[in-house]
């Protein structure tokens, strides 16, 4: 029965179609895509869609295909997993502990082993490049020093671009948006296998080698997510690594858990800041939170924090090339003193004001950048390349011409450096200046990112920067990292925001030196601040990671001012970063809170697919069937006399447990339960998560035909537990519900008994901003 333009149709009203063995509404045929979107059209009950011969299986208007690939956070409780629990002795629980953290002692190792890695690679390469285009410098030979600085460059980014275009595409880019929709419960494709690894590490390296101005920070959390993706993925039956101990992981909760302490451990192996990598990973990058998690992940990062304090004190002897200089802290600013007067403060409040509308204005300016970008990506991998030489030949006119135009400036008097520098990292550059002379803006382009922040962070270069050098080293750098984000390369935003804040924050401080008791090194690490928290729109976690990265804690306070300014101000335009890049992705990210025009709808009030069901036992043809002809992933299962008086809803069973079912064979020639000995042939390894993709797959299945009238029991591999919800909750509290619980598929039961057992099924799809305002056209989204 259905209800259109205040009439109401009874079934006779419909015409059937017969297709495949079921009979389908006309109406439902030619309207189930736009009926919902139709404001003059209801429904009184969900129209059903009969197959014939049977009553086990019904299609209702109530169940969306989400286009995207969803994980499995929740605890699975059917019969096979209840009885792999049980079985379990106490020394294969501790075995399963034992693991948990073996496994987080490995993530902080290997992630601390390749930051290192990518540390002492850059330094060498970047280094190399930088003594020989001043060498050449030196001897007047200007004109060959740019072909070698813009040729090496070139060089390393074309195959750092070549890299991302043939190998791994999902390599380009941050990776942290990807990581964070992974916790979120959306697998992307591709996006932690082992090839993105391999393009992830040797392209940051070639990337920021080649002067480009993007950091190493966001490819080394996306690489900590991948090495913890590969080491819970179970081990591999392709290659023989199947040892017992490994089955434990074979879920998507436990792969999630060490996935965040990857992240947690990339972020204090590029920052050398264990404590902000857990809040990080804290604040941004997890969707779902415990105190154990809280633990471990700790851990984790402690072990990257001893790794690479070993590891430094050994490369200060001079065992790794140029690099090991820094010290475990990166941008040591140790002059504070801890007070401040009340132009102080007022400079701080300017600061966090200019962040937040330049973070906003560098976020939106990303956005069409991005977009552009990837209109240019999709005509194939040489465009990209193309690309990426054409913005590398950019970057490097830059850093090469714009010194000119900077005068130079007499060496200081009471310097504690040699000027001008004789190395590759030195805070006077001579550049084109006569002996005795140095160029400002040479110090900071002709440098590594890293050094360039170390200078502007110095406390001991109070005048060696002039006010117009700094203005156009922040234009420059405020514009090229956001034309260089969205090209082919692994780019991280991190150090970008810092290079530009640290620049316009000692600008400031320059402007307000005459007043202000801080010197212009502080007010460079509050700018950074003020320009991190406008655009990455954390808090916590940042104020954090500064303190680390420049041991100054006595800075706490304005730090915590200037981010809750910056942040504050730059909600008030637009979103994060990280959250408008997943939103040009397409991923279906779903945000903590409710839209608030959803405290207007109910639930049913979203789903317009059709809901397949299947009977707790089911014929093997209606079930190959529906998998052919549908993209579900997951079935409600519902018992039918003779086996229960009326219909009731028995569970809930995904498509991957189906094929493994289907591909054992565990038939029937009668529809009757399946004894516990027979389900003795598969066991619950079998219907773990397969790793990188390789689990069944529909076309392995080889299904004959008298075998298609046979009967499977579904009740062993069905969810018994499945989180249900009336049709008429409000979708805003089922958007929080299905978000907090980490869930792929909820159930809609109906307010009567008189209907169906369930009325409809909920994925992220359906609390998608998109989704729901084109269902509703009419309804005001703010």
């Known amino acids: 029965m259905y209800k259109e333009n205040g009439v109401v149709h009874d079934d006779d009203d419909m015409h059937d179609i017969e297709s495949e063995g079921f009979l389908y509404s006309k109406e439902v045929v030619e309207r189930h895509e736009s009926v919902f979107?139709?404001?003059?059209?209801?429904?009184?009950?969900?129209?059903?869609?009969?197959?014939?011969?049977?009553?086990?299986?019904?299609?209702?208007?109530?169940?969306?295909?989400?286009?995207?690939?969803?994980?499995?956070?929740?605890?699975?409780?059917?019969?096979?997993?209840?009885?792999?629990?049980?079985?379990?002795?106490?020394?294969?629980?501790?075995?399963?502990?034992?693991?948990?953290?073996?496994?987080?002692?490995?993530?902080?190792?290997?992630?601390?082993?390749?930051?290192?890695?990518?540390?002492?690679?850059?330094?060498?390469?970047?280094?190399?490049?930088?003594?020989?285009?001043?060498?050449?410098?030196?001897?007047?030979?200007?004109?060959?020093?740019?072909?070698?600085?813009?040729?090496?460059?070139?060089?390393?980014?074309?195959a750092a671009g070549a890299l991302c275009a043939f190998i791994s595409p999902a390599a380009a880019g941050s990776g942290i948006p990807e990581v964070k929709a992974y916790l979120n419960g959306v697998d992307s494709h591709s996006i932690l296998a082992p090839s993105t690894l391999f393009v992830k590490i040797i392209g940051s390296i070639l990337g920021v080698s080649s002067g480009f101005v993007v950091g190493k920070e966001g490819p080394m959390v996306h690489t900590g997510a991948c090495l913890a993706s590969l080491l819970g993925q179970g081990g591999s039956r392709k290659y023989g690594l199947t040892w017992s101990w490994l089955r434990y992981f074979k879920n998507d909760r436990d792969r999630r858990d060490l996935i965040t302490c990857g992240a947690a451990a990339g972020v204090a192996a590029a920052f050398r800041a264990p404590v902000g990598g857990v809040l990080f990973a804290l604040e941004e990058a997890a969707s779902w939170w415990r105190s154990a998690l809280l633990w471990r992940t700790f851990f984790t990062t402690a072990v990257v924090a001893i790794f690479f304090r070993v590891a430094i004190q050994f490369c200060s002897t001079g065992k790794c090339g140029l690099f090991g200089e820094g010290g475990l802290i990166l941008y040591d600013v140790n002059s504070f003193t801890g007070t401040y007067s009340a132009s102080d403060l007022v400079a701080t409040i300017l600061l966090g004001i200019i962040g937040g509308l330049l973070g906003s204005l560098y976020n939106y300016l990303v956005d069409k950048v991005v977009r552009t970008y990837s209109i240019i990506n999709e005509k194939g991998a040489a465009f990209k390349i193309m690309l990426v030489v054409a913005i590398s030949l950019l970057t490097s006119c830059c850093y090469y011409f714009l010194p000119w135009i900077s005068t130079c400036a007499p060496c200081p008097t009471d310097k504690t450096e040699i000027c001008p520098s004789v190395n590759e990292s030195g805070e006077y550059k001579r550049f084109q200046c006569k002996p005795g002379y140095y160029n400002d803006l040479a110090s900071l382009f002709l440098n590594t990112n890293d050094d360039a922040i170390r200078n502007l962070y110095s406390s001991r270069l109070t005048k060696e920067f002039h006010i117009s050098s700094l203005g156009i080293y922040f234009a420059t750098i405020y514009s090229l990292g956001i034309i260089t984000y969205g090209i082919a390369i692994p780019s991280g935003l991190f150090i970008p925001v810092i290079l530009a804040g640290a620049a316009y924050g000692r600008f400031i401080g320059t402007l307000f030196k005459p007043i202000a008791t801080l010197d212009t090194g502080l007010f460079a690490l509050l700018g950074s601040a003020s320009l991190l928290g406008g655009t990455m729109r954390m808090t916590v976690s940042i104020c954090v990671i500064l303190l680390e990265l420049t041991n100054d804690l006595l800075l706490l306070p304005l730090v915590m001012v200037v981010l809750l300014i910056s942040k504050t101000v730059g909600d008030s335009f637009n979103k994060g970063v990280y959250d408008q890049i997943l939103k040009i992705k397409g991923i279906p990210y779903l945000e903590a809170h409710a839209e608030p025009y959803m405290q207007n709808l109910v639930a049913r009030d979203v789903v317009s697919g059709l809901l397949i069901t299947f009977s707790g036992i089911e014929k093997v043809g209606n079930i190959l069937h529906a998998l052919e002809n549908t993209g579900h992933n997951g079935f409600p299962v519902i018992n039918e006399p003779p086996f229960t008086d009326i219909p009731e809803l028995c569970g809930l069973v995904l498509r991957s447990h189906l094929l493994v079912l289907l591909k054992a064979k565990i038939f029937s020639k009668e529809r009757v339960l399946v004894s516990h000995d027979t389900f003795q042939r598969i066991s619950a390894l079998d219907f773990g998560k397969p790793g990188l993709g390789k689990g069944v797959k529909l076309e392995d299945l080889d299904i004959k035909e008298e075998e298609q009238d046979m009967y499977v029991d579904l009740h062993p591999i069905s969810n018994a537990s499945p989180y249900t919800v009336l049709e008429t909750m409000s979708l805003a509290k089922a958007a929080v519900l299905f978000r907090t619980l980490g869930l792929r598929h909820m159930c809609l039961v109906p307010k009567s008994q008189l209907r169906p057992p369930v009325v409809g099924i909920l994925t992220r799809h359906d609390f998608m901003p998109e989704h729901v305002l084109g269902l509703h056209s009419n309804m005001n989204p703010h």
């Open 37 to 158: 979107s139709e404001r003059n059209v209801t429904y009184s009950e969900p129209l059903l869609l009969k197959r014939r011969n049977t009553t086990s299986q019904a299609a209702i208007i109530g169940a969306n295909l989400c286009p995207v690939e969803s994980l499995d956070y929740e605890i699975f409780e059917n019969e096979v997993f209840k009885q792999d629990w049980r079985s379990r002795k106490k020394v294969q629980i501790f075995q399963y502990l034992i693991l948990k953290w073996g496994f987080a002692l490995l993530i902080g190792l290997g992630t601390g082993i390749i930051g290192l890695f990518n540390s002492i690679s850059v330094e060498n390469i970047a280094g190399f490049k930088l003594l020989r285009t001043t060498s050449l410098i030196s001897e007047h030979r200007y004109l060959e020093a740019f072909v070698v600085y813009a040729g090496i460059n070139v060089v390393l980014a074309a």
